[in-house]
């Protein structure tokens, strides 16, 4: 694992990231934007890696629930709910893309032509509703990620960690622009 990664968690990742920054590695930083994205999957991937836990590991018990612990357990849920129902022929990849798709689309319905002041009355009177939106986007998009042999909760994790390089806090601070551009 490298160095900069080494003791990385949610807690901790601010702080690996900027021994990175110090460090040679540095230099990803510097590379043009075009090269930048392209190395990125390579930062992700290896960011990923360092969140695996084994089971195998004899401080395994003693190791904290992370935020990728909980998306596991609530991944095989939703893939025994789907394997119990025999739904796995239809839920292939362009589908399950789709559904999310069209899933957003119904928590969108929510807000579409909503004025600021309408909004918190709209939240308040369809709120169970809006969270049964959410929870049909999350539950396809934990299943697609799986399927894909992706750890959503690792890649999130990794995500979070390469966003904190791209939006260092002094620069983007308040500020709604993007990497590129600040």
Partial sequence: MPEWLKGADCKSASASL???????AHHFVDLQRESQDSLFLLLFLRIADSF???SHRSDFLATPLRMSDSISALTRTIQSFVDERDWRQ???LKDLAVAIAAEAGELMQHFVWQQDAQLAERIEKHRADIASEVADVAILLFEFADNLGMNLGEI?????????????????????RKYNEL
Avoid: D
């Fill in 156 to 176: 999130m994790e990794a995500k979070i960690a390469y966003n904190q390089v791209r939006y260092p806090v002094e620069k983007s601070r308040g500020n709604n």
């Fill in 52 to 54: 695996r836990i084994s």
């Fill in 18 to 24: 900027r021994w990175f920054e110090s460090s040679s």
């Fill in 90 to 92: 239809f839920h292939n």
